[in-house]
């Protein structure tokens, strides 16, 4: 599968290779192990963003930035 990595920075290797395994987790078929999905990562500098990632894979947006986690809190706060 390709997925797309949007960060701040650009990645090491290590911390690459941590996405692959995560996203292989995530994006594994049922009754898969999942280390059977194989991902092939591309990387993209985002200087909007202040910390964390966001991540493309297919259809799908997964947003660990820090803003989505600030905007999260806000809202959660917010509710009381």
Not at 3 to 16: E, I, R
Not at 65 to 75: G, P, Q, V
């Amino acid at each position: 599968m390709q997925a797309t990595v949007y960060s701040p920075d650009k990645l090491t290797a290590a911390q690459l290779k941590k996405l692959e395994e995560y996203l292989a987790k995530k994006y594994a078929p049922k009754g898969t192990p999942s280390g059977k999905t194989k991902f092939s990562l591309s990387q993209e500098v985002d200087e909007s963003l202040l910390a964390g990632i966001k991540l493309q894979v297919g259809s799908d947006m997964i947003d660990l930035s820090a803003r989505a986690k600030l905007d999260n809190l806000r809202e959660n706060l917010l509710k009381i």
